[in-house]
């Protein structure tokens, strides 16, 4: 059913809405996953590592020594390979060995005969050499990456919000599909649903409804914190708090999808999966200027090249400009832009999205 969308107020700012969006939510609880199925998800504690190795180890496939016992052995001095042991790479080295010789350093004899000298620690991995016990691999906050599945013991504690998204008739081709994409770049749990839907998450996102549907009778009802922002695009969009779900509602088009993921959705998934606020990616100069109208926040898109970063749109976002830029800024709405040359901070557009 087509409801009556209600009259757009003045334009609330950007700032202003984040701000009172945050401070309605807090993280989500974490759970323990197991190491590969925690890949991507934020950490609510860090992963901590054990010694490792946790005794020396061969780097490569060889003899197995005590480094002393070969002091001074060479081609025109070889020595007895007492107590030589052949190891392959990632084999622990027996009692009082330190060093591995290349496969090539002992003749076999008989008698087997030691041609190279070693150092200590020459081709083996010292037991801690690889990580200290007790050293952080990856700290609370951060996404787990595939290489820390190395050092991961045991289940890992993190936080995966749930995110449901609503695409109405109005929604762009691809819209519900890019909102997910990008929910679960940081680690969120994120299913897409009918529009007419109140699945149970603790983040909504309603793309190109009327209205949104029941999430927008809610907001409607009480707690809605602003409808009209200042942003463009997406000055349309609306955001609220029912009981604990953050609710997003989008206009359907691309830009303004993309927009309201950029601006709203974004701080909101990093405050619930305990990830803090998004860093700049990438810093450098404009090479040209970025114009934008005071009063209301604009979402620029860039491309990075040789000389700096060259703007490829502003406010007013094609798809073939978002199919170009590889970076976005938002220019805040206290200022009318960047001139040439100025020095900004930018955020990557992710490949995937």
Same mark, same amino acid.
């Given at each position: 059913m087509t409801r009556a969308r209600a009259p757009i107020q003045a334009l609330t700012p950007l700032d202003e809405v984040?701000?009172? #969006?945050?401070?309605?939510?807090?993280?989500?609880?974490?759970r323990r996953l197991p190491a590969a199925q925690a890949l991507g998800r934020i950490l609510a504690e860090p992963i901590v590592a054990g010694r490792t190795p946790p005794q020396p180890v061969a780097r490569r496939a060889g003899w197995a020594v005590a480094a002393h016992d070969t002091a001074g052995a060479s081609?025109?001095?070889?020595?007895?390979?007492?107590?030589?042991?052949?190891?392959?790479? @990632?084999?622990?080295l027996p009692p009082g060995a330190d060093a591995v010789l290349a496969p090539d350093g002992i003749e076999e004899g008989p008698p087997p005969m030691i041609f190279a000298s070693a150092a200590p620690g020459e081709g083996a991995r010292r037991a801690g050499e690889d990580l200290s016990e007790g050293a952080t691999v990856r700290p609370a906050g951060e996404a787990v990456r595939p290489v820390d /599945?190395?050092?991961? =013991?045991?289940?890992?504690?993190?936080?995966?919000?749930?995110?449901?998204? =609503?695409?109405?008739?109005?929604?762009?081709?691809g819209a519900a599909a890019f909102a997910a994409?990008? *929910?679960?770049?940081?680690?969120?749990?994120?299913?897409?649903?009918?529009?007419d839907a109140a699945p149970p998450a603790d983040l909504v996102v309603a793309i190109g409804a009327d209205d949104a549907g029941p999430w927008g009778d809610r907001l409607a009802a009480g707690g809605l914190i602003a409808r009209g922002i200042a942003l463009e695009p997406g000055r349309d969009s609306a955001v609220g708090v029912w009981e604990r779900t953050?609710?997003?509602l989008l206009p359907g088009r691309a830009e303004e999808v993309f927009a309201g993921m950029a601006a709203l959705v974004d701080p909101c998934l990093r405050l619930l999966a305990g990830a803090g606020p998004r860093r700049p990616d990438a810093r450098g100069s404009l090479? !040209?200027?970025?114009?934008?109208?005071?009063?209301? *926040?604009? #979402?620029?898109? /860039? !491309?990075? @090249?040789?000389?700096?970063?060259?703007?490829?749109?502003? @406010?007013?976002?094609?798809?073939?400009? =978002? @199919?170009?830029?590889?970076?976005?800024?938002l220019a805040p709405a206290d200022s009318e832009g960047f001139a040439a040359g100025d020095a900004i901070e930018a955020f990557r557009l992710e490949a995937g999205l």
């Amino acid at each position: 059913m087509t409801r009556a969308r209600a009259p757009i107020q003045a334009l609330t700012p950007l700032d202003e809405v984040v701000r009172e #969006l945050l401070a309605r939510l807090e993280p989500v609880p974490p759970r323990r996953l197991p190491a590969a199925q925690a890949l991507g998800r934020i950490l609510a504690e860090p992963i901590v590592a054990g010694r490792t190795p946790p005794q020396p180890v061969a780097r490569r496939a060889g003899w197995a020594v005590a480094a002393h016992d070969t002091a001074g052995a060479s081609g025109y001095s070889p020595m007895p390979a007492a107590g030589a042991v052949p190891v392959e790479a @990632g084999d622990p080295l027996p009692p009082g060995a330190d060093a591995v010789l290349a496969p090539d350093g002992i003749e076999e004899g008989p008698p087997p005969m030691i041609f190279a000298s070693a150092a200590p620690g020459e081709g083996a991995r010292r037991a801690g050499e690889d990580l200290s016990e007790g050293a952080t691999v990856r700290p609370a906050g951060e996404a787990v990456r595939p290489v820390d /599945l190395f050092a991961a =013991l045991g289940d890992l504690a993190c936080r995966a919000p749930g995110v449901v998204v =609503l695409a109405g008739g109005r929604a762009a081709p691809g819209a519900a599909a890019f909102a997910a994409a990008w *929910a679960r770049r940081l680690g969120a749990q994120a299913e897409i649903a009918d529009a007419d839907a109140a699945p149970p998450a603790d983040l909504v996102v309603a793309i190109g409804a009327d209205d949104a549907g029941p999430w927008g009778d809610r907001l409607a009802a009480g707690g809605l914190i602003a409808r009209g922002i200042a942003l463009e695009p997406g000055r349309d969009s609306a955001v609220g708090v029912w009981e604990r779900t953050a609710v997003v509602l989008l206009p359907g088009r691309a830009e303004e999808v993309f927009a309201g993921m950029a601006a709203l959705v974004d701080p909101c998934l990093r405050l619930l999966a305990g990830a803090g606020p998004r860093r700049p990616d990438a810093r450098g100069s404009l090479t !040209r200027k970025v114009a934008s109208a005071l009063g209301r *926040a604009e #979402l620029a898109l /860039l !491309r990075r @090249g040789d000389d700096g970063f060259d703007p490829v749109a502003v @406010g007013d976002l094609t798809l073939a400009a =978002l @199919g170009r830029a590889d970076h976005w800024l938002l220019a805040p709405a206290d200022s009318e832009g960047f001139a040439a040359g100025d020095a900004i901070e930018a955020f990557r557009l992710e490949a995937g999205l």
